[in-house]
T-cell receptor, first 113, second 112 residues
């Protein structure tokens, strides 16, 4: 029944490390998204992709990059992790025409030490 | 800037109907109203959406005013598991490569 799967539930990384957060969806959705969620700031959009190899910056793309080589997989990359990137990261997918709902993964709680 | 305004928090007794209001006075004609909720430590979950007619599904009912400037999400028989943050979001219909913009939402607490 799982539709959007994030590779890790909890992750601890060191400052300066390159970090990959993986997300896979099994609904053949065109759109995929990465959000981060912080107390008091809510969910903020980092990047989204509307097709394979296509990406668009969201509201807070600085310090992040993404990769979408296959339709079902959308990766968020922290090139050099910093402590201010400690957060809950949420992946989501939706149909291309947005007629239906968006599905979210369970989230990855990343701690950078 | 958030397109919606919701109360910060609300309480409701278990078994009663929970009515969550949302103001969206600047909504455009081609924008839908979506409701999502987020239970603690989980990802957001879709509840319902509508354009101008009232909608009902197995989870909730959505009542949209005739001028579409506000709406109410109704959970008909609230249970303790309905305690969550509820987000009201407006978004254009059809395609568009942009995400959902979440505001602060309403923290609904169901009291036993």
């Amino acid at each position: 029944d799982v539709k959007v799967t994030q590779s890790s539930r909890y992750l601890v990384k060191r400052t300066g490390e390159k970090v990959f957060l993986e997300c896979v969806q099994d609904m053949d959705h065109e759109n995929m998204f990465w959000y981060r969620q912080d107390p008091g700031l809510g969910l903020r959009l980092i990047y989204f992709s509307y097709d394979v190899k296509m990406k668009e910056k969201g509201d807070i793309p600085e310090g992040y990059s993404v990769s979408r080589e296959k339709k079902e997989r959308f990766s968020l990359i922290l090139e050099s992790a910093s402590t201010n990137q400690t957060s809950m990261y949420l992946c989501a997918s939706s149909p291309g025409d947005w007629v239906g709902e968006a599905f979210f993964g369970q989230g990855t709680r990343l701690t950078v030490v | 800037d958030a397109k919606t305004t919701q109360p910060t928090s609300m309480d409701c007794a278990e078994g009663r109907a929970a009515n969550l209001p949302c103001n969206h006075s600047t909504i455009s004609g081609n924008e839908y109203v979506y409701w999502y909720r987020q239970i603690h430590s989980q990802g957001p979950q879709y509840i319902i959406h509508g354009l101008k007619n009232n909608e009902t599904n197995e989870m909730a009912s959505l009542i949209i005013t005739e001028d579409r400037k506000s709406s109410t999400l109704i959970l008909p028989h609230a249970t303790l598991r309905d305690t969550a943050v509820y987000y009201c979001i407006v978004r254009i219909s059809g395609g568009g490569a942009d995400g959902l913009t979440f505001g602060k939402g309403t923290h609904l607490i169901i009291q036993p």
